[in-house]
């Protein structure tokens, strides 16, 4: 079982998972509150399938076209590639989320195989299907979420023959998951996957600059675009600016850099990007209600 602190994001916004055993592409995320749900998760995606159950608190999911609220008992599916956000609505000691991750291989066996062609890849393709929130209180859910649970119970225990009952139950549930990917297809006239494909690349363009000084037209010509295709695709995806964005990103790398490094708070903000102490801490304070010196002495980067 795996215990982290933060997403471990690429230049595309990519997490990486961390498998157990690399024979066995199964992992299961048991997050520490205290320093993960510190702040709202960035935007992400994985290659991964995922299914989270939260235990204790309530969270919100947003997609590029979807957003639910989550409270205790009720869980989530999570498609491959699905670019996806995560806000805490309580405070980080009143979370508790647990994630299981596969790949395709972990069911299908390899790539090409019956297995894949025919029940795998149908549900990764199907891109308007990303994510299924499912609540406790709906009782073909609470089946479902039940063998979400045994299937934890598991990988946690590890005890012999558990990756073949893994498969097994995680089968049984991807018979549910396969017909939500076939129910979608009927709706495949409102999605607008290259509208997806487009604020990928403009989320990996900030990225790359969100420590320098970007304007809009820079984010928008790097497709290019209008800065009003820009904005849109902003509000309509994401429902922030770019410049909310790009203040996330900073936010965000600040935030590992004042609790893994002993840099003072000027450098950390001229680092990345805000340009002074001033306006940093401003900022901080607005988003998380203490200054950033008070984030590291919470840290035990400074005493």
Known sequence: MERFSHLHLDGQQKETITYQNQMIHYGLYQPRPEAYFFSDIPWHWHDEFEFG???????????????????EGDGIFINSGSLHYLQPLEPKKDIRLQS???????????????????????VKEQRQLEMVPLYGSNPEHK????????????????????????????????????????????????????????????????????????????????????????????????DITPSEYITSLRMQRAQELLMHSDKGVLEIALETGFGSSSYFGKLFKQHHHITPKQYQKLSGIIS
Request: charged fraction near 25%; charge should be neutral; glycine fraction near 4%.
């Open 143 to 238: 089946e479902f979420l039940d063998k979400m649970q045994e299937a934890a119970n598991l990988g946690t225990e590890r005890k012999d023959f558990f990756e073949l009952r893994l498969q097994r139950i995680f089968s049984e549930l991807w018979e549910t998951v396969y017909s939500w990917a076939m129910s979608t297809k009927k709706d495949r006239d409102s999605f607008n996957s290259l509208e997806d494909e487009k604020i990928k690349q403009l989320l990996l363009f900030i990225q790359a600059h969100f420590t320098e000084k970007i304007t809009v037209g820079m984010i928008a010509g790097a497709i290019p675009i209008s800065e009003r295709e820009c904005y849109r695709l902003f509000q309509n995806k994401l």
């Open 53 to 71: 159950y939260l235990s204790v608190g309530s969270m919100r999911y947003k997609t590029n076209n979807q957003e639910c609220i989550l409270h």
């Open 100 to 122: 299981q991750f596969f790949d395709k291989s972990f069911l299908a066996g390899s790539s090409g195989s019956l297995f894949d062609i025919k029940y795998i890849a149908p």
